[in-house]
């Protein structure tokens, strides 16, 4: 019987492969025919290797194809790759010869449709940046302490429920409210546009959020128009914005007061912790008691201090008081003395006159009255007071000016001393020539050639010898 070798072109007998021969041919053809392609898919069943490289699947409805991508390639991807995402990507056709499996050897990689919007939001972001709507200078500062806060986003969102939990756990205190939009479709961007217009009008809250969860750049084209970049700016309260994953970035980031990577992590940002409130709030009571023991402290040694400089505040009112008691009863002893003066007088006049002597009761009466006249008359203590302290005041300004007075003789009379120092003379250059009895030589008739003199100077003497003596004149 003849076998299905022997059926075959004798030319095909003579030539035998191997597998990896035949693979290697396989794979030459392919690229052979088919070079580099263009390919769109949906990403599926991603692996990230230890070595970098990434391995996937890229699918549509019917097919699927095994995808590699090295890392020296991947490195230049802009966005993080999930699974579900839809590319395009720019590969070259081929066989993985180990495996005879056949596979596409990516070399780029963008979100199927991005190329256009991509350019787009280029184009945006750069016009808008031109503008002045990103600077940092125009951002206004978040509230350290808000109590309410506005919530933008859809609500059936899972970014609503992920912001209200965090906020419940995090920030019990605060007051939300809520302005629901729509976050993606055709008419998304201008009702976002025209919510944060309607919360910056309302001005009920302190702080609002825009956010919305993860997708691709089409579902989140929402945020990259124009119009809702405008609206955050023209805001009158802060915007925080965190939408997507913390690889997305849309035009509205930008335009915020603060980019948030997540929605999560807006309502993390948007205020502090309760219990971070709480310990820091126990940390400046304890530091506000101990600097209020301190002062108190400081202040309570001073009072010790000053009281027991100032002794008792009550012995110098005791000892005006007594210097009262004894002027009042020096000045009634006066008195007295005087009335009984005064009677006596009175009657001695009285018998020296030959007039009628008066009588005791009268004079009696008299004296009584001119006693309580005197005690009426008596002066007030507090009075008594302000009269010494005004004459102590007066004689202390008088023993200044006497002081003063004084001074100035002396500083003249000290002056005129000065004058008459022969110390001073000398100072001046001059000298006291004394002839050799010791007298001062005052002419120069007293003078001879050869006389032996001596020179006072201001420092020290010298001895002299009169070589010629000049007469002085006879009008001199």
């Known amino acids: 019987m003849e076998s299905g070798f022997d059926r075959q072109d004798p030319e095909l007998a003579r030539v035998c492969q191997t597998v990896s021969q035949l693979n290697r041919a396989v794979s030459g053809a392919l690229q052979a025919e088919f070079g580099t392609q263009r390919v769109r898919g949906e990403l599926a069943s991603i692996t990230r290797a230890a070595s970098g490289h990434w391995y996937f699947t890229l699918k549509d409805a019917t097919a699927q194809v095994r995808c590699v991508m090295f890392r020296s390639r991947n490195a230049l991807v802009d966005f993080a790759p999930r699974e579900g995402d839809e590319v395009e990507v720019l590969a070259a056709v081929g066989l993985y010869e180990a495996r005879g499996e056949f596979q596409l050897t ?41 109590r309410r806060v506005g919530v933008v986003t ?13 906020l419940r756990r995090r920030a019990p205190y605060l007051g939300i409210v809520i302005y629901p939009v729509p976050v993606q479709g055709a008419e998304a961007a201008e009702r976002i546009a025209a919510m944060l217009a309607t919360a910056s009008r309302r001005a009920e809250v302190d702080v609002l959020l825009l956010v919305r969860g993860g997708g691709s750049l089409e579902d989140l084209w929402s945020f990259n128009e124009e119009a809702v970049a405008r609206a955050i700016r023209a805001c009158a309260v802060p915007v925080i914005v965190g939408v997507g994953h913390e690889s997305d970035f849309t035009i509205a980031d930008f335009a915020a007061d603060l980019r948030a990577p997540t929605p999560t992590a807006a309502a993390e940002l948007v205020a502090p912790e309760r219990a971070a409130l709480l310990r820091d709030l126990d940390a400046r009571v304890r530091s506000i008691s101990r600097a209020l023991a301190r002062a108190m402290g400081e202040r309570a040694q001073r009072l010790d201090h000053a009281l027991r400089l100032l002794g008792s505040p009550r012995a110098p009112l005791r000892s005006l008081d007594a210097r009262v008691t004894e002027l009042r009863a020096r000045c009634s002893a006066a008195s007295r003395l005087r009335l009984r003066l005064g009677a006596s007088a009175a009657a001695v006049l009285a018998q020296r006159l030959g007039r009628v002597r008066p009588d005791p009761q009268s004079l009696r009466e008299g004296l009584v009255e001119q006693m309580r006249r005197l005690q009426r008359a008596q002066p007030d203590p507090l009075a008594l007071r302000r009269a010494l302290a005004e004459r102590i005041v007066r004689l202390q300004r008088a023993q200044e000016r006497s002081a003063q007075l004084r001074a100035s003789a002396l500083a003249l009379r000290a002056g005129a001393l000065g004058h008459l120092n022969v110390q001073g003379v000398l100072d001046r250059g001059f000298a006291i020539l004394r002839d050799g009895s010791g007298r001062a030589v005052t002419s120069s008739a007293s003078l001879a050639a050869g006389m032996a003199v001596s020179a006072t100077l201001a420092s020290g003497s010298a001895d002299l010898t009169v070589i010629r003596a000049h007469r002085p004149a006879e009008n001199a």
């Open 106 to 146: 990516v070399e780029a990689m963008r979100r199927f449709g991005a190329g256009r919007l991509w350019e787009e939001f280029l184009r945006l972001r750069q016009r808008l940046s031109a503008e002045g709507v990103f600077d940092s200078a125009i951002k206004r500062p978040l509230p350290v302490l808000p």
């Open 154 to 166: 859809s609500l059936q969102a899972a970014a609503l429920r992920d912001v209200l939990t965090t």
